[in-house]
């Protein structure tokens, strides 16, 4: 294996052959020290963040690409260098990344309202307001990067998928949701995003899993594995940074740290509320995850650490927030007041963010970004009455997908005696 | 649409919450109401969301509106409170998810027991468009939901119908194979199903033995079909006289109030768990009314004694001299009281309550009288704080007014005692000498006491001390 560089500032000290052959890799605490520097700001405080700073630079060019300069509080690192506070975007990506997150939040209000009618029953956990990653996250990648989370999973999956309609028609439990209506909201999956996991962080270890196989495939992708503040403090996950490490596997470790837990705050659960530092021996960023642009600039620096400059894992830390509760069991009011909120949804909105920078820098004007919110909830809207109407599935399938198919076990019993399915050979 | 309810009657099968009657499961998809119905336009009402009543947790069926945190002409945003709902299970904030302006309040604060999927708002996005929606009615926003309550009737009223046939069917047949409507659970153990997939038998044919009409091994074991034609005309016969008894019969049915059930519910627990026995005494009552009369003439308003009132302290005394009446059974120990709380059984229009006279072998007659008074006029104007009417250690019961003799009483638990209290009659009775004879005025009581802490020795002597104090009321000072 040849030697890994070793970039001037950056002290982390990479799996090279001869520490590690000398068996001899200890994570020092001087390293720490020393990436303090580049921890310039304290850590911020998701509720009283102020909003954008609106002299942005920005410079049209004849290609309609837009540069703008991500604010300063962007990225806080640990042991390695942040991604560049410049960045490039087409004015048409932009204004995709705009009508991604806006249909997002539609899609998962809809979800809100139809459960509350009690349409979809069961789990439903929704994403509104962690907008910022999924899209940010999609637009930085390619097809054939992984991608696997738990179970707030709907905006990765509209993501992944490209529409609307397979994951409502799941959550309904219709026979054109995206898993045939039998997952529903917690097991949606595309060929390259692996759920949609109701397990807290099991996901995790999983994800590292897919990352071996890609480099033992020797395929040219990065695998981004998404866990949540809540359960970055379970065992597993930890012994999945170790293997990452050891192995060196293109794997991208995200906490979508949303400051709660189900009902418990981040100070309140953690003892080290810093989970980009958390991977220790992995280096880590801690973005803005409420700002789609560093969300995308920070994916796609990851993406590149994972497969192309050290071919090994990376932590990234996502500071965001979740409008809702925990899921639509949980009224969300009850650990924290509702004052929290109304501030975070007024301040630091992710769509309001993305509005105002398209605003100020001209690309397009507010009559045609309510166009945009319009065409969004018809689509929605659409695709929601589609599924109403959609048929539930057949009782048939109520047996396939136990087994792989030509390998079933002789009889399935069913929830009675009488209801045993014998499958034919 | 009625392909749709014909092909939902089946299963749902990856319910999340089995615990639910499966034909229950089947009626949401029948709704073919959109939640948000916009672009809704007819009746040139411009377009508009409707918004409608939620399902704030999972078994919510229905709820009660609070107050409103917004009114008509209100910006809302994303977020925002806008109603507070009563569900079954608490309070909640009923947040909305749009953007808009109120444009109609359809069901007020303070309503009660509205319908998940009521519409209760119209929301708009342009301030406009509210006065538009001033002669809004539900009746318009329901057009389009129209169809899920017709379908949910629907599916209601046959099964409302099978039950009730089935109740007097049930009751006439007697070996036949029971009368379940389609909607119905059968009850069978395990092993009962297991045999009777194995011996291609329909549990539904067989009727039970077991609690609740439970299907057990031997049942199934003994069942031949041949019974089943014995059966049929028994059922068939039902039926006719079944529908016949509900046209004939004239009945009100009475909704249970929350007190009724609750005296419902704890009397038949007792009568059913409490080892009760019965010890009558009589006693003469003239020295008490002498007493009374000559206490009441003195009173200066500032009381009047009842003979009630003498029964409540001599029984207070009673149960001093002897406590063990004054106990409680707690499974593993007997609980004896070492004061004596008095609850007095009042009758008010809503049901049967027992306010407490607490510690009432320390007060006195006037302070006793004027407490039952103010607790029974409380009462029965429905104004009892709980810990009045909750607790106490012995009950009193009183129908002397009523003219009845003797009753015997059902014991409060977790009390040992209750004392049935009958009128006072005048009576000839023996007098000092042979030959001689005067007339008493002679009352009876009537002690149901439990035997699992009163031993019937215990409930004479508290008897024998109770009328001590009633025939010699003075003794009441001692």
Same mark, same amino acid.
């Given at each position: 294996?040849?030697c890994?560089?070793v970039?001037?500032h950056?002290h982390?000290?990479?799996a090279?052959?001869d ?13 720490q ?5 580049l921890d ?7 509720a009283s963040?102020s909003s954008?700073?609106r002299d942005?630079?920005?410079d049209?060019d004849?290609n309609?690409n837009l540069?703008?300069?991500l604010p !300063?509080?962007s990225?806080?690192?640990?042991n390695c ?6 960045v490039t975007?087409?004015?048409e990506?932009?204004l995709?990344?705009y009508?991604a997150m806006?249909?997002?939040r539609?899609?998962e209000t809809t979800a ?5 009618s ?8 929704l994403?509104?307001?962690q907008?910022?990653i999924g899209v ?6 390619t097809? !054939? ?5 738990a179970?707030?999973?709907h905006?990765f999956?509209?993501m992944?998928?490209?529409?609307v ?6 959550l309904?439990g219709?026979?054109?949701?995206i898993?045939?209506?039998k997952?529903?909201s917690?097991h949606?999956f595309t ?5 949609g ?7 995790v270890?999983l994800?590292?899993g897919?990352a071996?196989?890609q ?5 040219k992708?990065a695998t981004?594995?998404?866990y949540?503040?809540?359960a970055a403090?379970q065992g597993q996950v930890?012994?999945a940074f170790?293997?990452?490490k050891l192995w060196?596997?293109?794997a991208v ?5 949303n400051?709660?837990?189900m009902?418990t705050s981040?100070?309140?659960?953690s003892?080290?509320?810093?989970y980009y530092?958390r ?6 960023i801690k973005v803005?995850g ?5 969300v ?12 192309t ?12 927030y979740?409008y809702?509760g925990?899921s639509?069991?949980?009224p969300?009011v009850?650990?924290r007041?509702r !004052? ?6 007024s301040?630091n ?6 509005k ?5 820098a ?5 009559a &045609? ?10 689509e929605?809207d659409?695709?929601?009455? &589609? ?7 057949d009782m048939?399938?109520f047996?396939?997908d136990v087994?792989?198919?030509?390998a079933?076990?002789p ?5 009675e005696?009488q209801?045993t399915h014998?499958?034919?050979k | 649409?009625a392909?749709?309810?014909a092909?939902?009657?089946t299963?749902r099968?990856?319910s999340?919450t089995p615990?639910?009657?499966?034909h229950?499961l ?7 109401k959109t939640n948000?119905a916009r672009?809704?336009?007819?009746k ?9 009543? @939620?399902?704030l947790?999972p078994?919510?069926t ?8 917004k ?7 994303a977020?925002?409170?806008?109603v507070?709902i009563?569900?079954?299970k608490?309070?909640?904030d009923?947040?909305?998810q749009e953007e808009g302006y109120?444009?109609k309040?359809?069901?007020e ?6 319908n998940?999927n009521?519409?209760?708002a119209?929301?708009v996005?342009n301030?406009e468009?509210i006065e538009?929606?001033a002669?809004f009615?539900?009746?318009d926003a ?12 629907e599916k209601e009223?046959p ?7 089935a109740a ?7 070996n036949?194979a029971?009368? $379940?409507?389609?909607?119905?659970r ?12 194995e ?9 039970g033995?077991?609690?609740n009409?439970?299907?057990l ?5 003994s069942?031949?079909?041949a019974?089943?034609?014995a ?7 039902a039926p006719?006289?079944?529908?016949a008894?509900?046209a004939?019969?004239a ?5 249970l ?5 609750i005296?419902a519910? $704890?009397?038949?627990e007792?009568?059913?768990?409490? @080892?009760?026995y019965y ?5 003469e ?7 009374r009369?000559?206490l009441?003439?003195?009173s ?5 004694l009842?003979?009630n009132?003498?029964?409540v302290?001599?029984?207070a005394l009673a149960l001093?001299a002897?406590p063990?009446?004054?106990?409680s059974?707690?499974?593993?120990s007997? $609980?004896?009281?070492?004061?004596s709380?008095?609850c ?6 809503t ?7 607490a510690?009432?072998?320390t007060?006195?007659l ?7 008074k103010d ?5 029965r104007?429905?104004?009892l ?5 909750q ?8 129908m002397g007014?009523?003219g009845?003799k003797?009753?015997t009483?059902?014991i ?9 209290v009958?009128?006072?009659e005048?009576?000839?009775? @023996?007098?000092a ?6 007339t008493?005025?002679i ?8 035997h699992r ?5 215990v409930a ?5 001390a109770?009328?001590g104090?009633?025939e010699?009321p003075?003794?009441m000072?001692?």
């Amino acid at each position: 294996m040849a030697c890994v560089p070793v970039f001037p500032h950056e002290h982390h000290v990479a799996a090279t052959p001869d520490s590690r052959s000398q068996g001899s890799f200890q994570p020092s605490l001087a390293q720490q020290h020393e990436s303090a520097p580049l921890d310039k700001h304290p850590t911020r405080s998701l509720a009283s963040a102020s909003s954008m700073p609106r002299d942005h630079n920005h410079d049209h060019d004849q290609n309609q690409n837009l540069t703008m300069t991500l604010p !300063e509080d962007s990225f806080d690192t640990h042991n390695c260098e942040p991604p560049s506070l410049e960045v490039t975007f087409q004015k048409e990506e932009l204004l995709r990344m705009y009508m991604a997150m806006v249909t997002m939040r539609r899609m998962e209000t809809t979800a809100d309202t139809l459960y509350k009618s009690q349409l979809i029953r069961g789990f439903c956990h929704l994403c509104t307001g962690q907008e910022a990653i999924g899209v940010g996250l999609e637009t930085a990648l390619t097809k !054939e990067d992984k991608v696997i989370t738990a179970y707030r999973s709907h905006g990765f999956t509209y993501m992944r998928k490209g529409s609307v309609l397979p994951i409502i028609a799941e959550l309904l439990g219709r026979n054109n949701g995206i898993s045939g209506g039998k997952g529903g909201s917690m097991h949606m999956f595309t060929p390259n995003f692996f759920g949609g996991n109701g397990i807290v962080g099991a996901q995790v270890p999983l994800g590292a899993g897919i990352a071996f196989a890609q480099k033992y495939l020797g395929k040219k992708a990065a695998t981004f594995v998404f866990y949540g503040d809540g359960a970055a403090n379970q065992g597993q996950v930890f012994e999945a940074f170790n293997m990452a490490k050891l192995w060196e596997l293109p794997a991208v470790f995200v906490c979508e740290n949303n400051q709660y837990g189900m009902g418990t705050s981040a100070a309140r659960s953690s003892a080290n509320t810093d989970y980009y530092k958390r991977g220790d021996y992995i280096p880590g960023i801690k973005v803005n995850g409420m700002d789609v642009l560093a969300v995308h600039q920070a994916i796609a620096y990851a993406r590149e650490w994972a497969l192309t400059e050290h071919k090994g894992p990376l932590l990234l830390e996502m500071e965001t927030y979740r409008y809702g509760g925990h899921s639509m069991s949980d009224p969300g009011v009850s650990y924290r007041s509702r !004052e929290e909120i109304q501030k975070v949804r007024s301040e630091n909105d992710p769509i309001t963010h993305l509005k105002e920078r398209l605003l100020e820098a001209q690309v397009v004007s507010e009559a &045609e970004l309510k166009d945009m919110d319009k065409a969004a909830r018809a689509e929605v809207d659409k695709a929601a009455k &589609e599924a109403k109407e959609s048929e539930q599935p057949d009782m048939k399938t109520f047996w396939t997908d136990v087994y792989v198919k030509g390998a079933e076990v002789p009889f399935l019993r069913g929830r009675e005696p009488q209801e045993t399915h014998f499958y034919r050979k | 649409m009625a392909r749709a309810i014909a092909s939902h009657n089946t299963v749902r099968a990856f319910s999340a919450t089995p615990s639910v009657p499966r034909h229950i499961l089947a009626i949401p998809s029948v709704s073919f109401k959109t939640n948000m119905a916009r672009f809704y336009s007819s009746k040139s009402f411009p377009s508009h969301i409707t918004i409608n009543m @939620p399902a704030l947790s999972p078994t919510m069926t229905m709820g009660n509106i609070g107050t409103w945190q917004k009114k008509v002409g209100d910006a809302v945003a994303a977020g925002d409170v806008l109603v507070e709902i009563e569900t079954d299970k608490a309070q909640m904030d009923f947040e909305c998810q749009e953007e808009g302006y109120i444009a109609k309040i359809l069901v007020e604060s303070g309503s009660k027991e509205v319908n998940i999927n009521q519409p209760i708002a119209i929301m708009v996005e342009n301030k406009e468009d509210i006065e538009k929606f001033a002669d809004f009615t539900a009746a318009d926003a329901g057009a389009a939901g129209a169809a899920a309550p017709a379908a949910t009737e629907e599916k209601e009223a046959p099964k409302a119908e099978a039950p009730k046939a089935a109740a007097p069917k049930a009751a006439e047949t007697v070996n036949a194979a029971p009368s $379940r409507s389609d909607a119905e659970r059968i009850f069978a153990s395990p092993i009962a199903k297991k045999i009777a997939n194995e011996k291609n038998i329909n549990l539904g044919d067989l009727s039970g033995s077991g609690p609740n009409g439970r299907i057990l091994k031997a049942d199934v074991e003994s069942y031949t079909p041949a019974a089943k034609a014995a059966p049929a005309p028994a059922t068939k016969a039902a039926p006719a006289p079944a529908a016949a008894a509900p046209a004939g019969a004239a009945f009100t049915d009475i909704p249970l109030t929350n007190m009724r059930k609750i005296i419902a519910q $704890r009397l038949t627990e007792s009568k059913q768990t409490v @080892p009760h026995y019965y010890v009558t005494v009589e006693m003469e009552m003239d020295k008490v009314m002498k007493l009374r009369e000559v206490l009441n003439k003195s009173s200066e308003d500032k009381y009047k004694l009842s003979v009630n009132d003498f029964i409540v302290k001599a029984s207070a005394l009673a149960l001093k001299a002897v406590p063990e009446a004054n106990s409680s059974w707690m499974n593993d120990s007997i $609980r004896q009281y070492h004061t004596s709380d008095i609850c007095v059984a009042t009758s008010t229009p809503t049901g049967l309550i027992t306010p407490i006279v607490a510690n009432a072998e320390t007060k006195g007659l006037a302070t006793i009288s004027n407490q039952v008074k103010d607790l029974a006029a409380r009462a029965r104007a429905n104004k009892l704080a709980p810990h009045e009417y909750q607790g106490g250690t012995f009950t009193i019961s009183n129908m002397g007014m009523y003219g009845i003799k003797h009753f015997t009483a059902i014991i409060n638990p977790p009390q040992s005692c209750i004392l049935a209290v009958g009128a006072t009659e005048k009576r000839v009775v @023996p007098g000092a000498e042979e030959g001689e004879y005067r007339t008493a005025s002679i009352m009876a009581v009537t002690l149901s006491s439990d035997h699992r802490t009163v031993d019937g020795a215990v409930a004479a002597q508290f008897l024998k001390a109770f009328k001590g104090y009633m025939e010699n009321p003075l003794k009441m000072l001692l």
